[in-house]
């Protein structure tokens, strides 16, 4: 269990309508088991704690598949993309009490991304922290937000750019190398899940 001075809770942006997909990627099933479930287990499992779930489409379904230890909540205006959901999140993490060191953020449609990714990521949480996980040097997600930055970076996400503008703007980001662990590759479309 996490004390109040090392806690990072766990961020998961869930509100999109999956348009490439064609239906929302929170819902879609790999080896019998949704993506949202799926992603809240992952990072239970790599220590964050609790887990906030951003909600946007069909939310009602996807609110129905998690259990009653998550936080939810609803972002009125996902549509807008992803910058909405990240800072409806943010709102939501910073509401909690107490309010976690750091929010590990982590994307619904990255199956490839396991517990020891977060895990992996979650180690260097602080405050001031900005981490991000790297793929065989290429930087991906998840990527972990001191709560030193949260409004800042709420007063910047915009569209489908989520942190962007803000990760590009700054030179102390820490890549943690992953891909030893997994893959980091997102799925777009029904073909994604069979490579």
């Not at 909540?73 to 009490?97: C, F, I, P, Q, T």
């Not at 065989?136 to 569209?159: C, K, M, N, Q, S």
């Not at 799925?187 to 899940?193: E, S």
């Amino acid at each position: 269990m996490s004390s109040v001075s090392t806690s990072t809770a766990g961020l998961l942006l869930a509100a999109g309508e999956g348009r490439r997909f064609g239906r929302p990627k929170a819902l879609v099933e790999l080896r019998g088991e949704a993506f949202v479930t799926r992603a809240v287990r992952t990072l239970a499992d790599g220590g964050c704690e609790p887990v906030v779930v951003v909600l946007g489409a069909r939310a009602d379904d996807v609110r129905a598949l998690l259990p009653g230890t998550v936080t939810t909540v609803y972002a009125s205006d996902w549509a807008e993309g992803m910058g909405a959901s990240l800072r409806a999140g943010l709102e939501a993490v910073s509401a909690l009490h107490p309010i976690p060191q750091a929010a590990l953020v982590h994307l619904v449609d990255l199956p490839g991304v396991d517990s020891g990714v977060i895990a992996r990521v979650r180690a260097h949480a602080g405050p001031d922290a900005v981490v991000r996980a790297s793929f065989d040097g290429r930087p991906g997600h998840p990527v972990l937000f001191g709560r030193r930055w949260w409004t800042e970076i709420a007063a910047t996400a915009r569209g489908d750019r989520g942190a962007r503008d803000w990760l590009a703007s700054r030179s102390d980001v820490r890549l943690v190398e992953c891909g030893d662990l997994g893959s980091g590759t997102d799925v777009d479309t029904p073909a994604d899940l069979n490579p």
